[in-house]
T-cell receptor, first 116, second 115 residues
Framework: AQKVTQAQTEISVVEKEDVTLDCVYETRDTTYYLFWYKQPPSGELVFLIRRNSFDEQNEISGRYSWNFQKSTSSFNFTITASQVVDSAVYFCALIEGNDSNYQLIWGAGTKLIIKP | DTGVSQDPRHKITKRGQNVTFRCDPISEHNRLYWYRQTLGQGPEFLTYFQNEAQLEKSRLLSDRFSAERPKGSFSTLEIQRTEQGDSAMYLC?????????????FGPGTRLTVL
């Protein structure tokens, strides 16, 4: 069955430290799509990235980077030089390719606390 | 503001009352999703519409839950005979249909408290 696991419930680091949020997924499909969303204290989920299963190239966007490894079914997210504004709950999610509903399957989220 | 909007932002009701929430998606988006989120969890899919058609509703939590999108624009989610267990954040999202899943844009949510 499809599943997304974010084993880290909460992470706390001091500002300027690098931090990696882990995401492990399970799916039987060979085609699938992985997402990361950010939910700041205001509550509104904000899209960060989409990655499809055929594209294993890692991506960097400013201080954010994503490491997609099919061999370990992981899609980890790293924030470099963290800032207080990065404090939020981060969710990893999956859509299976054979699902025409495009239903997002969500992990439980990792609460990231950046201390000044 | 061209984002997804939801109304009300907060709703407090007594057990047994009916409540209705509204979602206005991004205007050109043809897909609209409803989710429920409880504390410490990821969003839980409830139902979705493609234009005015409700294509998936088997995940609605019970027959007390219903949703409509009569003209393919805004949508409403109604909960009848509310129970304390219905207390949660109800999220709406919209997206453009494509051959691969596009990002879903989320609204700010409606927080329901059932006393």
């Amino acid at each position: 069955a499809q599943k997304v696991t974010q084993a880290q419930t909460e992470i706390s680091v001091v500002e300027k430290e690098d931090v990696t949020l882990d995401c492990v997924y399970e799916t039987r499909d060979t085609t699938y799509y992985l997402f990361w969303y950010k939910q700041p204290p205001s509550g509104e989920l904000v899209f960060l990235i989409r990655r499809n299963s055929f594209d294993e190239q890692n991506e960097i966007s400013g201080r954010y980077s994503w490491n997609f490894q099919k061999s370990t079914s992981s899609f980890n997210f790293t924030i470099t030089a963290s800032q207080v504004v990065d404090s939020a709950v981060y969710f990893c999610a999956l859509i299976e390719g054979n699902d025409s509903n495009y239903q997002l399957i969500w992990g439980a989220g990792t609460k990231l606390i950046i201390k000044p | 503001d061209t984002g997804v909007s939801q109304d009300p932002r907060h709703k407090i009701t007594k057990r047994g009352q009916n409540v209705t929430f509204r979602c206005d998606p991004i205007s050109e988006h043809n897909r609209l999703y409803w989710y429920r989120q409880t504390l410490g969890q990821g969003p839980e899919f409830l139902t979705y519409f493609q234009n005015e058609a409700q294509l998936e509703k088997s995940r609605l939590l019970s027959d007390r839950f219903s949703a409509e999108r009569p003209k393919g624009s805004f949508s409403t989610l109604e909960i009848q005979r509310t129970e304390q267990g219905d207390s949660a954040m109800y999220l709406c999202a919209s997206s453009l249909i494509a051959t691969i899943p596009n990002e879903q844009f989320f609204g700010p949510g409606t927080r329901l408290t059932v006393l």
